[in-house]
């Protein structure tokens, strides 16, 4: 009801302006001013915010009453909710929306109660739906393989906009972090970490999604089988400042696995990372081909396997172009990059000594 009278009274706001106008001026222009100022309240001048829990107790009850255009801004709290966005255009960030404090993302927590995905997005939202200033917890996937989708966050063939998250200690068997299927989300300043799956630990990518990740940091995630930070399959993400690192997958890609995939790579770093199979910071399977930027380098280093001449830092069965600024080596072998056969090389600095 409180809403009700926010939406009434910038109503009657924007009516008492046109007739303040429409009186003075002339009879020619009082049709063409009313049409214009109606149809700018037609698109959302009157949008509205809402307050959680001051006008609503939850947020999904907040997302329920809004419209497209409204704003919820989320007190600090654990809210304790699995929240669908229902397709709408709306902006759904804590308090770092309104100050810009960072200290708000970990203050304001959607726990998932081990109930499902934490966040879906899954009624054709875009970039107009905007998730910013939370972190996402505790969601549980794990039921029959091919229904568990997206522990943290669940992309249906959507595009929506993730800014200044946390995604961190979600479980399913395909993305514990966020699961994308035909969707192109926009993720800048987040971080993804602590997660697990059967696969992709910290981002599932499929079925032509081309996710945007800028200022991102994958952490820690880990998988039972490929890809502990990322899986793509079939799919062409672009990365542009992105971390990826301390990732583990017991089969491959400890960092990156790519089936028939074509990641966009900008100042990215790969880490850290290890598998118990091939490539412990990238593994490329089925014509794959990430793509190095030669102005905004990356770096590939310290990544680990357990097993010899498995390319501890990436292993590929397609031959791929490797642009760094800095590698473990300077002239890698089968130990770093397998088959070496498959690879040239572009490094600018080796960071450890070569020896036999």
Known sequence: MRVFFKKLTNYFSLALV?????????????????????????????????????????????????EDGDEIIVSPGTYV????????????????????????????????????????????????????????????????????YGGGILCNYTSPSLENVTITYNSAYYGGGIYCAGSSPRLENVTIMDNSATSGGGIYCRDNSNPSLENVTILGNSADNHGGGIYSNFSSPV??????????????????????????????????????GRGGGI????????????????????????????GSDIYSFCDINVIVDTFTVSNPTDFHAAPIENFTFDILHGLQDQIN
Request: glycine share 8%.
């Open 239 to 276: 990365l542009e400042t992105v971390t990826i690192m301390y990732n583990s997958a017991e089969s491959q890609g400890g960092g990156i696995y790519c089936w028939s995939a074509n990641p966009s790579l900008e100042n990215v770093t790969i880490t850290n990372n290890s598998t118990g």
């Open 81 to 148: 909710e699995n929240i669908d966005f229902v397709g709408k255009a709306i902006v759904v960030g804590s308090l770092f929306y309104t100050t810009q404090d960072t200290s708000y993302i970990s203050q304001t927590i959607i726990d998932g109660d081990q109930d499902g995905s934490v966040v879906i997005f899954e009624n054709g939202e875009d970039s107009t739906s905007v998730l910013t200033g939370f972190t996402i917890t505790n969601g549980y996937v794990m039921g029959d393989w091919h229904e568990s």
């Open 283 to 310: 593994m490329c399977n089925s014509s794959s081909n990430p793509v190095f930027s030669s102005d905004n380098r990356c770096n590939i280093y310290l990544n680990n396997t357990n097993n010899r001449a498995s």
């Open 18 to 66: 046109v007739n303040i106008i429409t009186m003075k001026i002339g009879a020619m222009m009082k049709k063409q001013i009313m049409f214009l100022l109606f149809t700018f309240l037609a698109i959302g001048a009157y949008s509205t915010t809402i307050y959680i829990p001051e006008d609503y107790t939850t947020i999904q009850e907040g997302i329920d009453a809004s």
